[in-house]
């Protein structure tokens, strides 16, 4: 089960889709501001600035590449293959399943 509170734990610290909504109402149609709705609505000023500039629902945006120990050492290896097997018959080319 700690999966399970895990999950419960992030959910209680994600900003909702009607949250934002509720943000951007109160600042755009009844005139609240930023420092306002931080304290009225729990939330970082920060966090009021980025609902009220994206209109949409936020996306995970990665800061920077993941690691990948094990495929970087060959990974310029197998993309000689890729770039080879553009010129061989189709039957002779590398498969995922030989790649890895």
Same mark, same amino acid.
């Given at each position: 089960m ?20 509720r ?16 304290r ?16 949409? $629902? ?17 990974? $310029? ?24």
């Amino acid at each position: 089960m700690p999966v399970l509170n895990a999950a419960a734990g992030l959910e209680e610290k994600l900003i909702k889709v009607v949250e934002i909504e509720r943000i951007r109402y109160a600042h755009f149609r009844e005139g609240s501001s930023i420092r306002e709705l931080a304290r009225t609505l729990h939330h970082s000023r920060t966090t009021i600035r980025r609902a009220l500039e994206d209109s949409g $629902p936020w996306t995970y945006r990665r800061t920077r590449r993941r690691p990948a120990p094990v495929v970087d050492a060959v990974a $310029p290896l197998i993309e000689g293959w890729l770039e080879a097997d553009e010129a061989v018959h189709r039957k002779q080319r590398h498969t995922a399943r030989r790649i890895c």
